[in-house]
């Protein structure tokens, strides 16, 4: 199947295995990778964790390559291998000078079909991930992300960090993570991404010989949808001298017909313009930050949208009236004139576009839009919805944020 702008090609492999092509000719690199449909939120009560470790230690020794060969098999052409875990998906994948695809390739599916996750190998990298995790919590402005979604989505596989606890980690042997990977990197559960400037034919020849992962069930992931959850106010004290705080609210899922008007909502709020209202609300014409950002997650039965700010703990109450009267300005009207959207509009599209060149972000995107949905939608289909988006649609879904919860994590406590 061809995308409208013909760039991008979707393919089956002989194993099963969907794949998605992205054509850029004249490119002097590529990228290879898979994505594959299971994070933190499969990883089961008792190994919070489970995903995020196998994603570190797949890169550890194989069948037939110890870890030295596979940290040294791209990096020896000038290439570099990555991993990263979030709370639906797993991506493993290879950044490298074009002309090395049937290398990357043959690595990668050695990786994600032979890993044997040696026990000593294991038992460093453990050590590593418990640094992975004290380091987060030295940094709140991360950290109260984590927590805020633990307390938004309270009581389901969504509420709870994805690097896991060390105690958890502590548990998680070869023998657990060998059946994690022949459970979930199954040939209905993966896509296969490239881009690069090679043909759709020479690389899905190439993919076809090396990928051969098992089949899998076929039977849909039980993940919980989270429970609903009355709004808080929380403050949590640390040591620290600027309050950290993200206030938010639980979203629909990723396949809502609202999800491009949260989008467009959340850029007009907070996004990476100096423009966006809160910037110019919380810093340019008061200085109270330096800076405040707006954001959505997606998952695929819900979401999260979030505002964080650092500040002055003096300033924190005063930060927070802002944000809400700026949501509550949107939500009765006397915000945004028709004009105002219509320029919103033009800003939010341009930035996907400058997004959208970045080719790395990109492929990665379309991998998991086609790994969800069979397919991404085009750039014309996605400013198609935006421009749809109107002032009832903005107003309701900013009605919506109204009962914003807030997390803040901060220097004293009134408990």
Same mark, same amino acid.
């Given at each position: 199947?061809?995308?409208?702008?013909?760039?991008?090609?979707?393919?089956?492999?002989?194993? =099963?295995? +969907?794949?998605?092509?992205? /054509?850029?000719?004249g490119?002097?690199?590529?990228?290879?990778g898979?994505?594959?449909?299971?994070?933190?939120?499969?990883?089961?009560?008792?190994?919070?964790?489970?995903? /995020?470790?196998?994603? /570190?230690?797949?890169?550890?020794?194989?069948?037939?390559?110890?870890?030295?060969?596979?940290i040294?098999?791209?990096?020896?052409? =000038?290439?570099?291998?990555?991993?990263?875990?979030?709370?639906?998906?797993?991506?493993?994948?290879s950044?490298?000078?074009?002309?090395?695809?049937?290398?990357?390739?043959?690595?990668?599916? $050695?990786?994600i079909?032979?890993?044997?996750?040696?026990?000593?190998?294991?038992?460093?990298? +453990?050590?590593?991930?418990?640094?992975?995790?004290?380091?987060?919590? $030295?940094?709140?402005?991360?950290?109260?992300?984590?927590?805020?979604?633990?307390?938004?989505?309270?009581?389901s $596989?969504?509420?709870?960090?994805?690097? =896991?606890?060390?105690?958890?980690?502590? +548990?998680?042997?070869?023998?657990?993570?060998?059946?994690?990977?022949?459970?979930?990197?199954?040939?209905?559960n993966?896509?296969?991404?490239?881009?690069?400037?090679?043909?759709?034919?020479?690389?899905?020849?190439?993919?076809?010989?090396?990928?051969?992962?098992?089949?899998?069930?076929?039977?849909?992931?039980?993940?919980?949808?989270?429970?609903?959850?009355?709004?808080?106010?929380?403050?949590?004290?640390?040591d620290?001298?600027?309050?950290?705080?993200?206030?938010g609210?639980?979203?629909?899922?990723?396949?809502?017909?609202?999800?491009?008007?949260?989008?467009?909502?959340?850029?007009?709020?907070?996004?990476?313009?100096?423009?966006?209202?809160?910037?110019?609300?919380?810093?340019?014409? +008061?200085?109270?930050?330096?800076?405040?950002?707006?954001?959505?997650?997606?998952?695929?039965?819900?979401?999260a949208?979030?505002?964080?700010?650092?500040?002055?703990?003096?300033?924190?109450?005063?930060?927070?009236?802002?944000?809400?009267?700026?949501?509550?300005?949107?939500?009765?009207?006397?915000?945004?004139?028709?004009?105002?959207? $219509?320029?919103?509009?033009?800003?939010?599209?341009?930035?996907l576009?400058?997004?959208?060149?970045?080719?790395?972000?990109?492929?990665?995107?379309?991998?998991?839009?086609?790994?969800?949905?069979?397919?991404?939608?085009?750039?014309?289909?996605?400013?198609?919805?935006?421009?749809d988006?109107?002032?009832?649609?903005?107003?309701?879904?900013?009605?919506?944020?109204?009962?914003?919860?807030?997390?803040?994590?901060?220097?004293?406590?009134?408990a």
């Amino acid at each position: 199947m061809r995308n409208t702008d013909g760039s991008v090609t979707y393919h089956v492999l002989p194993c =099963g295995m +969907r794949m998605v092509h992205v /054509h850029t000719p004249g490119s002097a690199t590529a990228i290879s990778g898979v994505t594959v449909g299971t994070g933190s939120r499969d990883d089961g009560e008792d190994v919070h964790g489970m995903a /995020h470790m196998v994603e /570190h230690t797949i890169f550890k020794g194989t069948e037939r390559r110890n870890a030295g060969h596979i940290i040294n098999r791209m990096e020896l052409v =000038g290439g570099e291998l990555n991993a990263f875990t979030t709370k639906e998906e797993t991506v493993v994948y290879s950044i490298y000078p074009a002309g090395n695809t049937a290398r990357a390739m043959e690595l990668l599916a $050695d990786l994600i079909r032979n890993s044997r996750f040696p026990q000593k190998e294991l038992d460093k990298e +453990r050590q590593v991930v418990a640094e992975e995790i004290d380091s987060y919590l $030295d940094s709140p402005a991360d950290a109260v992300f984590d927590d805020f979604e633990d307390l938004l989505f309270t009581g389901s $596989d969504l509420g709870h960090n994805i690097l =896991g606890d060390k105690d958890a980690i502590e +548990r998680i042997d070869s023998s657990a993570c060998r059946e994690y990977l022949h459970a979930h990197y199954t040939s209905d559960n993966m896509v296969a991404f490239y881009s690069g400037p090679e043909s759709a034919g020479r690389v899905t020849a190439l993919a076809g010989a090396r990928f051969d992962p098992p089949k899998g069930s076929g039977t849909a992931k039980a993940r919980q949808v989270p429970p609903a959850r009355e709004p808080f106010a929380i403050r949590k004290c640390i040591d620290s001298h600027q309050d950290h705080t993200v206030a938010g609210a639980r979203l629909p899922g990723l396949f809502s017909p609202e999800r491009h008007a949260y989008a467009l909502l959340t850029n007009i709020l907070g996004g990476p313009g100096m423009n966006s209202l809160l910037n110019v609300a919380l810093r340019e014409r +008061r200085g109270l930050v330096y800076s405040v950002d707006a954001s959505c997650t997606w998952y695929t039965d819900c979401g999260a949208f979030t505002v964080y700010y650092g500040c002055d703990p003096a300033d924190t109450a005063r930060c927070t009236r802002l944000v809400q009267n700026t949501i509550e300005r949107i939500a009765d009207g006397t915000s945004l004139t028709p004009r105002a959207l $219509d320029k919103a509009k033009k800003q939010y599209l341009g930035q996907l576009i400058v997004a959208g060149d970045n080719r790395e972000n990109n492929v990665l995107a379309i991998a998991r839009s086609t790994l969800l949905n069979g397919r991404a939608a085009t750039p014309a289909e996605t400013a198609a919805r935006i421009m749809d988006v109107d002032m009832q649609e903005l107003r309701s879904v900013a009605s919506h944020l109204l009962a914003c919860s807030t997390l803040t994590l901060g220097p004293g406590c009134d408990a």
